[in-house]
């Protein structure tokens, strides 16, 4: 089916919403942004805002939850048991979808994000995680693979925001393979990289 013209214009709507509010956020906290500047940045009218949503409160929980939605499809090779699904294009997989939510990423990692919504994305990563990484590593035990995720989860965010400060230049397939050889060699990914396996 189509889209039709309505759709279209939601859509566009949602979006000049969505860019306008996160752009307020990166200045100040939620609860001092306004309906009235968030319809004048975003070039729409209070009663074409309260079509699409209750208050700012709801316009960032909806937000929130398509991002949410977006990074548990990314995750949902992490629940196959299937032997030829690859770490790397799982990763790889997630950092994509962390892209294309580049403009909510850097509010929630910056000064006036919602932590609640950071610690529900790592919990939703952990939780799937743990199981996958409890597969590939059958040896180790319960309390191993906690620790792993930490630490590498930690990590991660810290690529997160680096990657982000260069503006994403560099592909989610090159961060999520930088990543995984960091997760899986420590700091054997250096001399990994000198013997040209892998390129920054």
């Known amino acids: 089916m189509k889209p039709t013209g309505n759709d279209h214009r939601t859509r566009v709507t949602r979006m000049l919403i ?12 939620i609860q001092d942004i306004s309906i009235r500047e ?14 699409h949503y209750k208050d700012i ?14 990074f548990q499809k990314a995750l949902s090779p992490l629940l196959e ?13 997630i950092f994509q979808c962390l892209k294309d939510n580049a403009d ?18 790592v919990n939703t990563g952990r939780e799937k995680c743990l199981t996958a990484y409890s597969r590939f590593f059958a040896a180790a035990t319960p309390k191993q693979i906690e620790f792993f995720y930490a630490f590498v989860s930690a990590g991660c965010i810290g690529l997160l ?10 592909s989610a ?6 990543a995984e050889d960091i997760m899986m060699y420590g700091m ?13």
Do not use: H
């Open 18 to 29: 969505r860019k306008a509010f996160t752009e307020l956020l990166r200045q100040k906290p």
């Open 38 to 51: 968030l319809c004048a940045a975003a070039g729409i009218n209070r009663g074409t805002f309260y079509l």
């Open 57 to 70: 409160y709801d316009l960032r929980d909806q937000i929130e939850e398509e991002m949410m939605a977006d």
């Open 81 to 93: 048991t299937a032997q030829d699904v690859s770490p790397v294009k799982i990763t790889t997989g």
């Open 104 to 121: 909510l990423c850097t509010v929630t990692l910056g000064d006036y994000g919602d932590k609640a919504f950071a610690y529900r994305l």
């Open 161 to 170: 925001q680096k990657w982000l400060a260069e503006g994403m230049a560099t």
């Open 173 to 178: 397939e090159e961060v999520a393979a930088m």
């Open 188 to 200: 054997g990914f250096f001399q990994k990289g000198s013997e040209g396996a892998l390129k920054i």
